[in-house]
């Protein structure tokens, strides 16, 4: 997880968004957790001018914890590790959520998406031509405002 990139994930989405503007007629855009971070950055770019519409599942617009504000400061990737540890994870809540989410990564993959947040909190839905469904619950500590 720490070699992943925003950019690698964008190449990704606007890969994925022209194969389904071939096969189908209109695209509706899905995502959850990052992924739908991802959807709201792609719907900012021109890659996303012809979806149809967006549904946003627990979007990971803001990190839960507020010390997560320390990852866009400078040098984060060396001193992270260090006060973070080089793990970080979390308790899965049952057998199914242990088996299929990731709850243990480096804490270097989070670096990546911090800024990424803070632009869709900065940008927000409203300058978005696809209407958007969002989702969240209090349990995964996302707060939305549309």
Same mark, same amino acid.
């Given at each position: 997880?720490?070699?992943? *990139?925003?950019?690698?994930?964008?190449? &990704?989405?606007?890969?994925?968004?022209?194969? %389904?503007?071939?096969?189908?007629?209109?695209?509706?855009?899905?995502?959850?957790?990052?992924?739908?971070?991802?959807?709201?950055?792609?719907?900012?770019?021109?890659?996303?001018?012809?979806?149809?519409?967006?549904?946003?599942?627990? /979007?990971?617009?803001?990190?839960? &914890?507020?010390?997560?504000?320390?990852?866009?400061?400078? %040098?984060?990737?060396?001193?992270? /590790?260090?006060?973070?540890?080089?793990?970080? %994870?979390? &308790? /899965?809540?049952?057998?199914?959520?242990?088996?299929?989410?990731?709850?243990?990564?480096?804490?270097?993959?989070?670096?990546?998406?911090?800024?990424?947040?803070?632009?869709?909190?900065? &940008?927000? *839905?409203? *300058?978005?031509?696809? /209407?958007?469904?969002?989702?969240?619950?209090?349990?995964?500590?996302?707060?939305?405002?549309?």
């Amino acid at each position: 997880m720490a070699e992943a *990139t925003v950019e690698g994930w964008m190449e &990704d989405m606007a890969e994925a968004l022209a194969i %389904g503007h071939r096969i189908g007629r209109r695209v509706l855009l899905m995502g959850c957790s990052t992924g739908a971070t991802l959807a709201t950055l792609a719907l900012h770019e021109s890659m996303g001018a012809k979806v149809t519409g967006v549904i946003l599942v627990s /979007p990971n617009y803001k990190l839960a &914890d507020p010390k997560s504000a320390l990852i866009t400061w400078p %040098g984060a990737r060396w001193w992270v /590790p260090l006060l973070a540890g080089r793990e970080i %994870g979390f &308790d /899965p809540r049952s057998a199914a959520h242990g088996q299929y989410w990731t709850s243990r990564y480096p804490s270097l993959a989070v670096l990546p998406m911090g800024p990424r947040c803070a632009r869709c909190i900065g &940008d927000g *839905t409203g *300058t978005c031509q696809s /209407p958007p469904f969002l989702s969240s619950t209090p349990a995964t500590g996302s707060s939305i405002t549309v």
